[in-house]
């Protein structure tokens, strides 16, 4: 419906679609930092509001490389679990959805083109400049791979908050 909406005012589209855009990180940000934060208890699984907000400020605090190191450590934490698989999941994706949120927040911009387009510039530090098109369907296509990122992460947090301690994959109980 948000995607209908967007492609029904023109020039207003794209600004909407990244505004949908920020939005979904956002939620992303929150869901992997309280992953984060049931996967430090001992045992894992359910964390108090106060666990959550100090996970929030100590980890909205760093660069998203340390999120990647220590969702790293964390899969090794928990090698051989039956969430070993979703964790690697969200290492495996995290790098690329960490760029396009990048891009997307910290672009430029420019003039429409006739196909309803923008042009957009980025020039990330100790990198090149880029210049592109930029369309409606490219963002959306991101927003797509973030709530499939989201889904991950969510899933394993309900798991955590239903299953309670992780289990080894060939545990018998």
């Known amino acids: 419906m948000q995607k209908e909406f ?3 005012f023109g020039m207003l589209s794209i600004p909407f679609s990244i505004g949908q855009f920020v939005i979904e990180w956002n ?3 929150r869901n992997l930092i309280r992953l984060m934060a049931m996967l430090e208890e001992k045992p894992p699984g359910r964390i108090s509001d106060e666990a959550y907000f100090a996970a929030r400020d100590k980890w909205l605090d760093v660069h998203y490389t340390e999120w990647m190191k220590h969702l790293d450590k964390l899969c090794a934490e928990f090698k051989d ?3 070993e698989s979703d964790l690697k999941s969200i290492v495996g ?3 690329t959805a960490i760029k396009v949120r990048h891009n997307v927040v910290h672009g430029y911009y420019g003039g429409t083109f006739e196909d309803g387009s923008r042009e ?5 530090r100790k990198a090149e400049h880029t210049s592109d098109k930029i369309t409606v369907q ?5 927003i797509d791979q973030i709530r499939a990122l989201n889904s991950v ?5 309900i798991r955590l908050k239903i299953d309670g301690p992780i289990r080894p994959i060939n545990s018998q109980l």
């Open 6 to 8: 967007a492609s029904l």
């Open 27 to 29: 939620q992303t940000e």
């Open 120 to 124: 957009f510039k980025r020039k990330p």
């Open 138 to 142: 490219m963002i959306w296509d991101w």
């Open 81 to 83: 679990t039956d969430i």
């Open 153 to 157: 992460a969510g899933k394993l947090e």
């Open 93 to 95: 994706h995290l790098p």
